[in-house]
């Protein structure tokens, strides 16, 4: 019975995004390209060491990254728009994890979303920890408006080897799910990576949709391959249909 994915089977999704969902938007994954994030070695770019040689470099990276993600031609796109109308008209709760830093989640109208790698259009002081909103570029000569010092502002991105933001309540999340559908993602970082399997301990029905098989994908229930944007329309409209 739980193998349905029938609607009335369900009380609690939790679905976590990756690159993939965006790449239809135009922004490119992390590990399509040779390793390399938009030209630049990702240990480069998502690192508090890469910060610590080279800060201009780094904040001229997320300010470009910024940058394109405020143009006017960047949209959700069809696997995003699905996703809100699960969350919209799902008789249960959703909730979404996204590993993503873009808002394009947010954009297509998602509600209720936990970004564990932080988001582009948010800032940190280094001193404070207080988080500001932001759609302009800053670097270090940037005065930081608690300190009111340059040198205090990071951008607002979990890097590698830092801790996740809002790991309690996603492990809660996980722990009470009934569904789980992992999207876009390699499942190549932790602790992601795991997420699939924490729900499937607790007894959620385990689903992936992803351009490309992963290494995760002998581990869910179903592995769905083929784009997001093209999958989950009509996937979302058959589950709410059911
Ligand atoms: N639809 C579905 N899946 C897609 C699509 C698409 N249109 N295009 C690409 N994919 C898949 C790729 O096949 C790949 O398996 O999306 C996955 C993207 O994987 P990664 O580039 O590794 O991105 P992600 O898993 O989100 O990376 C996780 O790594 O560098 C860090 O913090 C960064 O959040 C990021 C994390």
Redesign the pocket.
Known sequence: MKHDLNQKNFQHIVIL?????S??SGI?????HNGL?ENHR?EDV?SPEGFERDPSMVYNFYNKRREQLLSPDLKP?F?HLALAKLEKNFHGKTTLV????DNLHESAGQQNIIH??GELLKMRCLTTNEVFTTEQSFDGQTLCACCQRPNQLRPH????GEVPFSMDRIQLELSNCDLFFS???????YP??MFGQIAKQNGALTVE????P?ENSPFFDKSII??????LPPFVDNFLNS
């Open positions: 995004t990756g690159a993939g969902i790449a239809e490119k994954t992390f590990r399509d994030w990702i998502a796109n696997g996204t590993q993503n830093v564990m790698h991105i979990v890097w590698f999207i876009g993602t390699s499942g190549q970082v992601a990576a949709i992803n351009k490309d992963t083929g784009k997001a944007g093209e999958i």
